[in-house]
């Protein structure tokens, strides 16, 4: 079933590539903007992390983008329930998706951060800041697939992906709303002075609730009509 799924879903792509391309552009021009009002003589180590991961943008574009393009790549094909004979074959195809668009953006995103890093003459702070963008990356995009984890489910949940976009986008703006008043926040966080150890820690509390997402998914596509 697993090739199955992933080979089907691989040709589906092509129905869907203006929408991952508008993504990538998005996720691209966010990922640049910062460098834009780089000066070298301010610069530090500790504003290029705060450059690399703008929150006001990342809130405005990043994640409503994000959000917007899962849920509207993510169909419902009864007819493969029928032909697989098992629900499974949907949470797995819901599964692909969100792993698909998180790859995207990321690796557009890393890309855009490069370049803005070279762009601007700073990539000799990679040798001393290079671990801790990468754990702040990875809290980032763990973030993105939990709110996206959360939104698929709310599909399920309320059979409407407006609803579902709405409440998702305001727990993010809630939790946006916490990091700029120096609040812990757990999905914004990547952008706090949090130390490698605490961020880690929180990554694995959001891989912790992506699980029971998964699992309250998955129950409810095994009970509801679809």
Not at 190 to 214: P, R, Y
């Amino acid at each position: 079933m697993y090739r199955n799924v992933i080979r089907q879903q691989n040709l589906l792509t092509h129905a869907f590539l203006k929408i991952y391309v508008v993504c990538a552009v998005i996720t691209l021009i966010i990922s640049l903007i910062g460098g834009n009002s780089l000066k070298q003589e301010l610069m530090s180590p500790e504003n290029l992390i705060v450059i690399i991961f703008p929150r006001y943008l990342i809130f405005c574009g990043l994640i409503p983008t994000y959000l917007l393009a899962l849920l509207a790549t993510t169909q419902i094909r009864s007819q493969d329930i029928l032909i697989y004979q098992s629900r499974k074959v949907v949470v797995l195809q819901v599964l692909y998706r969100l792993c698909l668009i998180t790859i995207i953006m990321a690796g557009v995103w890393t890309v855009g951060t490069f370049l803005t890093i070279t762009i601007n003459h700073h990539f000799y702070f990679l040798a001393a800041t290079w671990f801790t963008i990468l754990v702040r990356a990875v809290c980032l995009w763990t973030a993105c697939f939990l709110l996206g984890m959360i939104a698929i489910t709310l599909t399920f949940a309320a059979k409407s992906k407006l609803i579902a976009f709405l409440i998702s986008f305001s727990i993010s703006a809630l939790s946006f709303y916490l990091a700029t008043a120096h609040i812990p926040s757990l999905l914004f966080d990547f952008g706090s002075a949090d130390t490698n150890i605490i961020l880690i820690g929180k990554e694995t509390v959001m891989l912790g609730a992506i699980l029971v997402f998964v699992a309250i998914m998955t129950q409810i596509i095994g009970r509801r009509d679809l």
